[in-house]
């Protein structure tokens, strides 16, 4: 015959209220590991406003054009280690956009779907930027970190 234990009817609310208690210091400590503070918020142009063959992209790709077509302020101040300055491309934004006018319009280049470079240097940077980090220290990461595949396209 199985035995129950049972709690007296006093110890039951202490209980639950220890349970809530856990609860809810849980849920706000928490809130610091997603990604809701300023420095944590990339702006990203919506998917749907990007070309199709860039909506078909694998998703670090789509998010590195995403991020590009959003910042480009960002990514000029970026060199690539790819090669691509023999190409003409003088900052990472190149290798993602071809032309951005006054208007907003937005040529889009389709290096960065087959280059795997320029795609981490562009998530190295969103990264950097949702952590907090400026752009001098950006830059100074992504010389550090990818200078060993080639010349910069910057000076």
Do not use: W
């Not at 960002?74 to 934004?93: E, K, M, Q």
């Not at 400026?134 to 060993?148: G, K, Q, S």
């Amino acid at each position: 015959m199985a035995r129950f234990k049972l709690i007296p009817a006093v110890v039951r609310p202490v209980r639950i209220a220890a349970l809530l208690a856990t609860a809810f210091v849980m849920a706000i400590s928490l809130q610091g590991c997603g990604t809701s503070s300023a420095a944590g918020q990339l702006h990203l142009m919506p998917m749907e406003d990007l070309p199709e063959a860039l909506q078909q992209a694998p998703s670090a790709v789509r998010q590195a054009y995403q991020f590009a077509a959003a910042n480009p302020e960002v990514l000029r101040a970026l060199p690539c280690y790819c090669g691509c300055g023999n190409v003409g491309h003088t900052s990472n934004l190149d290798c993602y956009i071809t032309k951005l006018d006054e208007s907003g319009t937005i040529r889009f280049d389709n290096h960065a779907l087959g280059c795997t470079l320029c795609v981490d240097i562009t998530h190295d940077a969103m990264r950097l930027l949702r952590e907090g980090h400026e752009l001098p220290a950006l830059r100074e990461f992504v010389d550090a970190r990818y200078a060993r595949f080639g010349p910069s396209n910057m000076p």
